[in-house]
C-alpha cells in the first residue's frame, strides 16, 4: 500500500557554499562608511554563516507548555508573542460592549516618502471613508501597505505554499517568519494578524496594477492563508514535519476558518483596465474565507482619469465628485454592517450549514 505521508522530493539544491553566502551577506554593507569595520564584520559574517549552515531558524525558543499537543515542544519565541496579540485581539473581538472596529487597507505602494515622490489616490480615497466611519462611532484602524515600500525593517515575505503540503503543516499565525538562518527577519504579518482579528469589518482600497493586485497586496492576500484553514498548534506537527502534517489532515481536517463572519468592502479604481476583474478577484477572495458581503454600494470599481494622463489623475480626482461620494456610501454601507453584525442582527442565511467541500 502507497504510503500518502512521504512527501514527493526531486527539485534541485539550493545550498550555498560559504564564499558564496559571505559574498551575499556583504552586499548589505557596500556603503564605504562601512569599510573601518571590515574586521568585525568579517566576524558577524562568520556567525551568520553557522546560523545557515546549521538551519538556526528560531535561534530562541521556549516550551510550548499546556494548551498544545506536546507541551514539551520547543516554540519559537516570536511566534509565541504572535499568538499572544492574536488571542488578545479574538478577545476584544468577541466582546460585545464596545463600538465596531474597521480596518481600512490602503493597497497602493506609491507614496511620497519613497521614489513616485506623490501620494496615492488610494490613500485619498481612504481618507474620505475615514471620517464617515469615525463620524459613525467606529474605532478605525488603518494598514498601509505602502509602508513595505518606504520605511525601513517593514517587509511581508511571500508564503511558502506550506498548505499545498498540508493544511495543518500551515500554522496559524505563519511559523515559516522569521527565519534567521536565512536572513527572511523584519517581517510584519505579525503585526497585520491581530489587526483582521480584531476587526469587525475590512475595507480594502486599492489601484488594479497590469490587471492584478498590487505587490504587497498580493503578499498579504497569501500569507493570510493560514486564517483559512491553518493550524493553531505547531507543537501537532513538531514545526514542519511533513509526514505528520499530512497524516493529521488524512485523519480528518477541519480547517477551521479564523476570520469567519467579518463584513466587507472593496473598492478598486484604475487608469484604464483590469477594475473589475480585481474587485470580483478581491471580493471572491474574502468571501471564500467566510467573510461577509456588506452591500452593493460597498464594492466599487471605477476608473480615474479614464485613458488621460497620470500626471494629472490627482486633479481627476479632485473633479470627480462622483466617486467621493461613492466612498463615502461605502463607508457607511460598511459601518451598518458591521453594527448590525457586531448587535446580532446581521442575517447570515447560510450560517452553520456544512460545507460539503472543505478548503
Not at 479564523?258 to 487608469?271: E, I, K, N, Q, T
Request: one cysteine or more.
Amino acid at each position: 500500500m502507497a504510503d500518502h505521508t512521504e512527501p514527493r522530493k526531486g527539485m534541485p539544491g539550493v545550498e550555498l557554499t560559504r564564499k558564496e553566502f559571505v559574498r551575499r551577506y556583504m552586499q548589505q554593507y557596500l556603503d564605504p562608511a562601512f569599510d573601518a569595520l571590515r574586521e568585525e564584520l568579517d566576524h558577524i559574517a562568520a556567525v551568520a554563516w553557522d546560523g545557515y549552515i546549521e538551519g538556526r531558524k528560531a535561534p530562541v525558543t521556549r516550551k510550548a507548555g499546556s494548551g498544545y499537543a506536546d507541551p514539551d515542544y520547543d516554540l519559537s519565541v516570536d511566534w509565541i508573542e504572535a499568538r499572544r496579540r492574536i488571542d488578545e485581539a479574538r478577545a476584544r473581538h468577541e466582546g460585545r460592549d464596545r463600538p465596531p472596529r474597521i480596518l481600512i487597507v490602503n493597497g497602493s505602494p506609491r507614496s511620497e516618502n519613497t521614489c513616485p515622490g506623490e501620494m496615492s489616490k488610494t490613500w485619498r480615497l481612504m481618507e474620505i471613508a475615514r471620517p464617515v466611519l469615525e463620524a459613525g462611532g467606529a474605532d478605525v484602524d488603518i494598514l498601509d501597505l505602502s509602508r513595505t515600500v518606504s520605511e525601513y525593517g517593514i517587509n511581508i515575505h511571500p508564503c511558502k505554499a506550506c498548505f499545498s503540503t498540508a493544511a495543518p503543516l500551515c500554522h496559524w499565525p505563519c511559523s515559516c517568519y522569521p527565519n534567521h538562518s536565512l536572513g527572511q527577519t523584519q517581517d510584519w504579518m505579525n503585526d497585520i494578524y491581530p489587526l483582521w482579528v480584531a476587526a469587525d469589518g475590512v475595507m480594502i482600497v486599492t489601484p488594479v496594477h497590469w490587471y492584478q493586485s498590487t505587490s504587497p497586496l498580493k503578499l498579504m492576500i497569501d500569507r493570510l492563508v493560514c486564517a483559512d484553514g491553518g493550524n493553531p498548534d505547531p507543537t501537532s506537527t513538531h514545526g514542519k514535519k511533513v509526514k505528520e502534517a499530512k497524516q493529521l489532515e488524512l485523519d480528518g481536517w477541519d480547517y477551521p476558518r479564523h476570520l469567519a463572519g467579518r463584513v466587507f468592502s472593496v473598492v478598486v479604481h484604475g487608469d484604464v483596465e483590469g477594475a473589475e476583474t480585481l474587485r470580483r478577484m478581491l471580493s471572491d477572495w474574502l468571501a471564500s474565507m467566510a467573510l461577509v458581503p456588506a452591500g452593493g454600494r460597498a464594492e466599487i470599481d471605477r476608473y480615474i482619469g479614464y485613458y488621460e494622463p497620470y500626471a494629472t489623475s490627482h486633479e481627476a480626482l479632485d473633479s470627480d465628485n462622483a466617486i467621493q461620494e461613492e466612498m463615502r456610501n461605502a463607508a457607511r454601507t460598511l459601518l451598518q454592517a458591521a453594527k448590525a453584525r457586531l448587535g446580532g442582527a446581521l442575517v447570515e442565511y447560510d450560517a452553520g450549514l456544512t460545507d460539503p467541500r472543505p478548503k
